[in-house]
T-cell receptor, first 113, second 117 residues
Framework: AQSVTQLDSQVPVFEEAPVELRCNYSSSVSVYLFWYVQYPNQGLQLLLKYLSGSTLVKGINGFEAEFNKSQTSFHLRKPSVHISDTAEYFCAVRALNDYKLSFGAGTTVTVRA | SQTIHQWPATLVQPVGSPLSLECTVEGTSNPNLYWYRQAAGRGLQLLFYSVGIGQISSEVPQNLSASRPQDRQFILSSKKLLLSDSGFYLC???FGIGETGSRYGYTFGSGTRLTVV
């Protein structure tokens, strides 16, 4: 089975500052990795995904994430955040031979002016 | 393209009343379907998933049930709601294993905010 740990439950950040959200996973098999964003009272929206190939993946809204197999991590970054990036962010993992996604507990990002 | 619809958006129900939340997917056939619940500060909990009509798997024992009467329709139900059933319910779909699109994770509906009073 797979599991995901998001190391920060809350991340306050000032507008135009960089942000990094940390995600570690555990799996005995190869996995696909995802980051989702959830704005208040909305469903989850896919930010980016790692399937294979380049370990640096770029997503929507200026986000990027780096897959590190040796450290089993998939950290999400944005060099300069906006107020509109205030949301909850979820890291998720799926084994290649399974269809069930395992989610982390989420990280709430609050961007202040 | 595929779309997922979930309704209602909000619902306030008294304790002991029945529940029916509906989710439909358009633009694909034989999707995998999922119901998640998101309680305050508790992340996403997978409640049920279905890989085909009439096939329902439950992840956690609870007061809820799910049904899939048609290929692209997934229903979450309860006969008698409890206060603890309050939360944000999300439906999602994905391609099945072995399909080209199966690598692409889930697509979520817009959610239903259920408050049991």
């Amino acid at each position: 089975a797979q599991s995901v740990t998001q190391l920060d439950s809350q991340v306050p950040v000032f507008e135009e500052a960089p942000v990094e959200l940390r995600c570690n996973y555990s799996s005995s098999v190869s996995v696909y990795l995802f980051w989702y964003v959830q704005y208040p009272n909305q469903g989850l929206q896919l930010l980016l995904k790692y399937l294979s190939g380049s370990t640096l993946v770029k997503g929507i809204n200026g986000f990027e994430a780096e897959f590190n197999k040796s450290q089993t991590s998939f950290h999400l970054r944005k060099p300069s955040v906006h107020i509109s990036d205030t949301a909850e962010y979820f890291c998720a993992v799926r084994a290649l031979n399974d269809y069930k996604l395992s989610f982390g507990a989420g990280t709430t990002v609050t961007v202040r002016a | 393209s595929q779309t997922i619809h979930q309704w209602p958006a909000t619902l306030v129900q008294p304790v002991g009343s029945p529940l029916s939340l509906e989710c439909t997917v358009e633009g694909t056939s034989n999707p995998n379907l999922y119901w998640y619940r998101q309680a305050a500060g508790r992340g996403l909990q997978l409640l049920f998933y279905s890989v085909g009509i009439g096939q329902i798997s439950s992840e956690v024992p609870q007061n809820l049930s799910a049904s899939r009467p048609q290929d692209r329709q997934f229903i979450l139900s309860s006969k008698k709601l409890l206060l603890s059933d309050s939360g944000f319910y999300l439906c999602a779909w994905s391609f099945g294993i072995g399909e080209t699109g199966s690598r692409y994770g889930y697509t979520f509906g817009s959610g239903t905010r259920l408050t049991v009073v």
